[in-house]
């Protein structure tokens, strides 16, 4: 039975490239001469340092712009509040990996709404749509393909 499986996935390769640029603009940059901004990756994120607030934004921007020349789109990335820290600003950035279960429900919601002879189930960190015709499936993919969601989905192992 042909199936596939959804996912939402980000080449951390291509995050840690983007921080680097990101981290050698700010070196480069005149407005940034002088101030404490960087910005750092962990495991669990990237981390955005500056003076204040603006400077925040200016390194977002500059991240989210380098990222996307690197085919990482911007939904992938959920920004907190700014917040003091050491007598400056950091902002933490959280990279959207994975569908969640409310975010799977929503999905397998959004599929059994189209009346599609498909089913979509939940596992772990993924979706598996299974359906009798291979074009039920790419229905699907072009259903989803025009959908406003709130993280970026890849369509992988699609099989006969």
């Known amino acids: 039975m042909p199936s596939f499986d959804i996912v939402s996935e980000i080449d951390h390769h291509e995050l840690s490239n983007s921080v680097d640029q990101t981290a050698r603009e700010i070196a480069n940059r005149f ?3 002088g101030t404490t901004s960087k910005i750092t990756q962990s495991d669990t994120g990237v981390a955005i340092f500056g003076d204040n607030d603006f400077q925040l934004e200016q390194i977002k921007t500059i991240f ?3 990222a996307a020349k690197r085919g990482m789109d911007a ?3 959920a920004f907190k509040d700014p917040q003091p820290y050491q007598g400056n600003v950091k902002m ?3 990279v959207k990996e994975g569908i969640d279960k409310e975010f799977g429900k929503k999905l397998t919601q959004l599929i059994k709404s189209e009346k599609l002879k498909v089913q979509a189930s939940i596992q772990d960190q993924q979706i598996r749509v ?3 015709k291979r074009d039920d499936l790419q229905q699907v993919i072009t259903f989803l ?3 406003t969601l709130d993280q970026p989905l890849q369509f992988q192992n699609f099989r006969d």
């Open 75 to 77: 939904l992938s990335f």
């Open 64 to 66: 989210l712009t380098k």
């Open 31 to 33: 407005d940034f001469k």
């Open 92 to 94: 933490d950035m959280h």
């Open 130 to 132: 299974t359906g009798k």
């Open 145 to 147: 393909k025009g959908q």
